[in-house]
């Protein structure tokens, strides 16, 4: 009885280490198997992640030179406020002194002015109406020298048969009182001379027809 257990016993080990050394060679394999789906899992992954590693880099690169370019300008701007808070300042300080004087001078001026206007319009005024009666008289002048310098015949003319003489009234009644007579006496010379010819003629004739009887 204690040599066949000890057999038996025997006999189960050699059997169950025959169906262990069947069973390593196939979860050798699977263990490979998945471990390689692994791998190549992880592979993946990390390609996956070191291409978004390097979107993020770039995309960190072009914030960081926006934020860079963001910063220069706010620093021109602040630059570009202090200037202008102390030329501000300075305009504040000496400027505006300077145009209260300037706007009080200017208003005593006005004032000045305001009081010296009733003058200066009537100054004006008189300045205008002897500037006017200069220019009549200059145009007057004018006339008389162009008068002047027109012939006797165009000057006779213009006194005889137009109003628009530079002449007196009497001076024109005048000249065509004289003209009226001179035309009458002419008229009746002409009229003496053309009777006279004719009777002449007539007295030839008679002469004529008496010498040839």
Not at 127 to 147: F, P
Request: charged content about 25%; some cysteine.
């Amino acid at each position: 009885m204690s040599s066949s257990r000890p057999q038996k016993l025997q006999e189960r080990g050699q059997s169950l280490f025959g169906q262990t050394s069947n069973t390593l060679p196939s979860l050798s394999t699977i263990s490979t198997s998945k471990l390689e789906d692994s791998l190549r899992n992880a592979y993946k992954q990390n390609y996956k992640v070191e291409i978004l590693m390097k979107g993020l880099e770039s995309r960190f690169s072009d914030d960081l030179s926006n934020f860079k370019a963001i910063d220069s300008l706010l620093q021109d701007v602040y630059t570009t406020l202090q200037r202008n808070h102390k030329r501000a300042e300075r305009a504040l300080k000496l400027q505006v002194p300077q145009t209260k004087s300037m706007l009080e001078d200017s208003m005593d001026t006005l004032s000045e002015l305001a009081e010296t206007l009733p003058t200066t319009q009537t100054q004006i005024s008189d300045i205008r109406g002897a500037y006017d009666s200069g220019r009549a008289k200059a145009h007057s002048l004018v006339s008389d020298l162009t008068w002047l310098n027109t012939e006797f015949y165009e000057r006779w003319r213009t006194i005889i048969f137009t109003p628009s003489s530079p002449v007196s009234w009497r001076w024109k009644v005048y000249m065509r009182s004289v003209f009226v007579v001179s035309f009458v006496i002419c008229s009746w010379l002409f009229w003496i001379a053309v009777t006279g010819a004719y009777r002449a003629h007539r007295h030839r004739l008679v002469w004529g027809e008496k010498l040839m009887s």
